[in-house]
């Protein structure tokens, strides 16, 4: 579901009995054409009996409700949240997490109308009487615990125990401070953003390290994203039962980003979507299970989905296993290959995780591979099986999984920050002294076409003979199918006697 998906201009009349005994209703439409988030929200596919209670428990985590208006005839409502960034929080929430009430899926979107103007004969049309029902502090934590998948009152959330005033606080703090116990795995801007984003806007984010720990601020326009972020995630795990958030309001006013990098973030800048890779370009949604062991995001040693994906539309007469490992496992261990024998045009890729499969097909899915565009999905299978003795299988199938070559065989790897899209730049490491840079021109050059540019990465700090005899450089192809085709045919090139180099996608798109 998208989160800009409008409502349909005949939703509703103008104005007239609405099938709810007790509202008169004046809507305010938007202007026709009008793409931009609305404060009121079309809820649809409610059960026939749900109560205003029942829906404003789905808006109350997010800010003040305002406003509910149940529509009976169409098993449908809509709700006014006091502000804008409640609404985009709300959303942006929920196109993650599927909302329910009583347990049945309930569907969210932006609404056409601006605003809700009504006359109350009886019933719940404001924020303090919404906020003041009896039932609805209970059925606040059960909506909200049952949509996150958690059962009867989400302890798995520390609890939903507190007062809504404690979820929600307009005065609550702006600026939130984050320190990551047990980090196993690398957490980057990108990751911290796709959570956080989920409970308001961020606007900027800076990381760095403090007693030999990871830590971040995070900076929200106002208290209740503030507030909202901290009740839900403070104490949760990002990854499978490691990298637990702990996370303080800070007494900072406001962060100061002097440039945008991979440590530091301000997303009002115009040029903060030149450094910033969504989380369509390396990491999964979050929220696949939200609570308990199984972390926010889709954990790097584990979690929901397959950890195979079905390639289809592969060169069947230049690619080979040995090619789809390679190119693969630029963002992940491949583990196995399959390339159908009935149909050579498609394969099975097995990764470690289900992580690192949604990872490369966010990465690789449309990129050209010896000149076709590979077509990737999830497959339904949880493996791929080997061909059995006697089996005809022309050597398609390989098992990679024991392969020297795998890149993220080291938890807390580097190599996890340095996942990045398929560019007409690459990044060459390991490089010996005694190797030129026309050498390595001529050697891309055989495999990959017309070089564009080159350039020696200096060395940092103090030149020693060993990082003389570890030089990294970086080379630009005249395309990024070009690229692909040069990572594929050069990594782990043998440049002299037991010295490879190491290839990989860089961050720049171009010298």
Known sequence: MSGT???????????????HDAKKVKLMSSEQGEVAPSR?????????????????ALGAPFGRVMNIMILRTRNQALM???????????????????????GLPVYIQYSNHTELKTTQASGINSSAALSSHPMMQQQMQTSL?????????????????????????????????????????????????????????????????????????????????????KFNLDGQNIYD????????????????????????????????????????????????????????????????????????????????????????????????????????????????????????????????????????????????????????DAGLTKDFSQSPLHRFRNPGSHNYQNIYAPSPCVHLSNIPESITEEFLRESFEQVGGAIVGFRWIPLKGEETDLKKDRRMALIQLGSTEHAVQALVAMHNFQLVDKRYLKVSFAKSQSL
């Open 5 to 19: 998906k409008r409502a349909p201009d005949d939703l509703l009349p103008e104005h007239g009995d609405l099938g």
């Open 80 to 102: 006014e949240m006091a502000d804008e960034s409640s609404a985009t929080a709300l959303v942006n929430f929920y196109n993650y997490v599927t909302a329910n009430i009583r």
């Open 241 to 392: 039962r490691c990298c637990t958030m702990r996370i303080e309001a800070s007494k900072l006013k406001t962060l100061t980003v002097k440039s945008n990098n991979e440590r530091q973030r301000d997303y009002t800048r115009p040029d903060s979507n030149e450094v910033h890779h969504s989380a369509g370009h390396g990491f999964a949604s979050p929220f696949p299970g939200v609570g308990g062991p199984a972390g926010l995001m889709m954990g790097a040693a584990g979690g929901g989905g397959s950890p195979v994906l079905l390639v289809s539309n592969l060169n069947q007469e230049a690619v080979t296993p040995h090619e789809i490992f390679i190119l693969f496992g630029v963002y992940g261990n491949v583990q196995r290959v399959k390339i159908l024998f009935n149909k050579k045009d498609t394969a099975l890729i097995q990764m470690s995780t289900p992580q690192q499969a949604q990872t490369a097909q966010n990465h690789l899915n449309k990129v050209v591979f010896f000149g076709k565009e590979l077509h990737i999905t999830l497959s339904r299978h949880s493996q791929v099986s080997l061909p059995r003795d006697g089996q005809e």
């Open 40 to 56: 009121v929200l079309h809820v649809r596919h409610l059960p026939a009996d749900a109560t205003e209670v029942e829906v404003a």
């Open 145 to 229: 615990a049952s949509s996150l998948g958690m059962p009867g009152g989400g302890a798995a959330m520390g609890g939903l125990s507190g007062s809504m005033e404690g979820m929600v606080d307009p005065n609550g703090p702006t600026i939130l401070h984050i320190m990551i116990d047990n980090m196993i795995y690398p957490v980057t801007l990108e990751v911290l953003h796709t959570i956080f984003s989920k409970f308001g806007t961020v606007l900027r984010i800076v990381t760095f390290n403090k007693n030999s720990q990871f830590q971040a601020l995070v900076e929200y326009p106002d208290g209740a994203s503030g507030s909202t972020a």
